[in-house]
């Protein structure tokens, strides 16, 4: 894990053209051979139900299923990361733009004709030579995880390692879609019309990276003061933003750096590294104090955990904690304290944040719905880039492209592991709240209680399972369509 971490970390972060990790899991077959497999699940099925042995048996047998599969697609992954890392598309007014920075470029560009252009030919890109390496190992991923026989077809098999309910988490889903339909239909047009000069019949997804790229907050978010604000953060909350010196921060501009951040825990907790590409604005400090809710949560576990519970576990806890953070870009207190937007506009950013996060969970609910069809089988591989445009489009308003049906799917679920770690943060935001009043980010006691209660257990706990722990029923959508409401 440690040396796929590093390797994975240096290709995404630009300092290599790609990963080399084929010799890897040679090197490692021991671990990842049929022998390997079924020993993890005898311990899996020999388990007591709700203890510490199942537990670390479940996340055992989840990493090892991926890793199985993960093992004869390395090559396809090498392919991917190497053609990312070079590939360029050519803008009409002929420069030439690496692949990476696309998304960038396109949200950073005002002119509609230019950005639409530039989006088109990215597009062909993704089409031609992206896509077809994503469906290649989508298909080969679905047919061996269910060679395995695990739980018979793919989404039996997850639900079977992760206990996590697909169909429940999609009724959900459908839900949250129906509840708040009429206020997005209400909100989206005059967004548009105000923010870009178009009307929702011409919305397009590279409409939607220009909106939210919300430029015009730009000066309250000056990118020289990003890593420094952070800093002072975290350190009035009552812990050192680099767990003594564990989080290494890797947010410069370095050409091949992937445009997504990412963190990267390589060896856990000793050495987890956060890596932001800019963007500009507040579009940059949202994504670092996302990536730093995961790198504090990796750098603060305890190190006598066993590698199951430091590594491995339900991804959606993890995700949480760096929701929690990355939610602080709605918090009315955080943004008057730590950004310059004052009081004049905070009203009006939080307006805009409220739209934003509306817009990316309804996106996320159709995601899901979306590829828990691609997973099933029911719906031929051709079909499938005309209900995702479907069902993307019906839900956002922004008009989707066929040719990102395979590029925009998260691997192995995790746009599920995404939506229980929106309903989680909305829980310990609460219960932050309450022991640490609403000003918890700036309380010396915070920091301390939630390195040891939260980050110190790892991924020991199921999202459920912390949600309970801080005094909350259950997960549901219905906190965050509250606080939507509140904000728009």
Request: glycine content about 6%; proline content about 4%.
């Amino acid at each position: 894990m440690e040396t796929i971490s590093r390797e994975s970390y240096l290709a995404l972060a630009g300092l290599k053209k790609t990963a080399e990790l084929q010799p890897i899991y040679e090197k490692y077959a021991c671990v990842l051979g049929a022998e390997a497999l079924e020993l993890t699940l005898d311990g899996f099925h020999s388990a007591a139900e709700n203890s510490d042995d199942r537990r670390s048996a479940r996340a055992l047998l989840e990493w090892e299923i991926e890793s199985q599969a993960a093992k004869p697609l390395a090559a396809l992954d090498e392919r991917e990361i190497e053609f990312e890392n070079s590939a360029v598309i050519r803008s009409p007014d002929g420069r030439v733009i690496q692949y990476q920075l696309a998304p960038i470029e396109i949200a950073n560009t005002k002119d509609r004709t230019l950005r639409l252009a530039l989006d088109k030919a990215r597009a062909k890109l993704v089409k031609e030579e992206h896509a077809p390496i994503r469906l290649e190992r989508l298909q080969r991923e679905k047919d061996y995880i269910e060679s395995l026989g695990v739980g018979g077809d793919y989404n039996a098999s997850f639900e079977a390692v992760t206990g996590i309910s697909l169909s429940m988490l999609a009724a959900s889903c459908e839900r949250f879609l129906r509840d708040t339909e009429s206020m997005w239909n209400d909100t989206l047009p005059r967004v548009l019309k105000k923010s870009l000069g178009i009307k929702s019949s011409q919305a397009k997804r590279s409409d939607a990276l220009a909106l939210f790229r919300a430029s015009e907050f730009d000066d309250a978010f000056p990118g020289n003061e990003m890593e420094t604000v952070m800093r002072r953060q975290v350190l009035e909350m009552g812990i050192d933003p680099t767990a003594d010196g564990r989080v290494i921060f890797d947010v410069g501009e370095r050409e091949g750096k992937r445009s997504r951040a990412f963190c990267s825990p390589v060896r856990v907790p000793e050495e987890v590294y956060l890596v932001l590409r800019p963007h500009g604005g507040q579009s940059d400090y949202n994504t670092f104090l996302h990536e730093l809710g995961h790198a504090l949560h990796f750098a603060y576990a305890s190190p006598d955990l066993p590698f199951e519970f430091k590594w491995l576990g339900d991804n959606s806890v993890t995700e949480g904690y760096a929701m929690l953070f990355d939610h602080r870009m709605q918090d009315r207190g955080w943004l008057l304290r730590y950004t310059s937007l004052g009081e004049n506009r905070v009203g009006k950013y939080l307006r805009a944040a409220g739209f934003e996060e509306l817009h990316f969970l309804r996106r996320y609910c159709a995601k899901f719905i979306y590829e828990r069809a691609l997973y099933s089988g029911e719906i031929r591989w051709a079909e499938l880039p005309d209900l995702y445009v479907s069902l993307l489009t019906k839900a956002t308003g922004f008009e989707y492209d066929a040719a990102d049906a395979f590029v925009d799917v998260d691997p192995r679920y995790y746009s599920a592991r995404y939506l229980r770690a929106w309903q989680l943060q909305s829980v310990l935001n609460e219960e932050l709240t309450a022991r640490f009043d609403v000003d918890w980010f700036r309380n010396p006691s915070a920091g301390p209680w939630m390195a040891n209660e939260l980050f110190a257990q790892g991924q020991r706990e199921t999202a459920e399972e912390i949600a309970t722990r801080a005094g909350a029923g259950t997960l549901s959508f219905q906190p965050l369509v509250r606080r939507i409401e509140a904000l728009l």
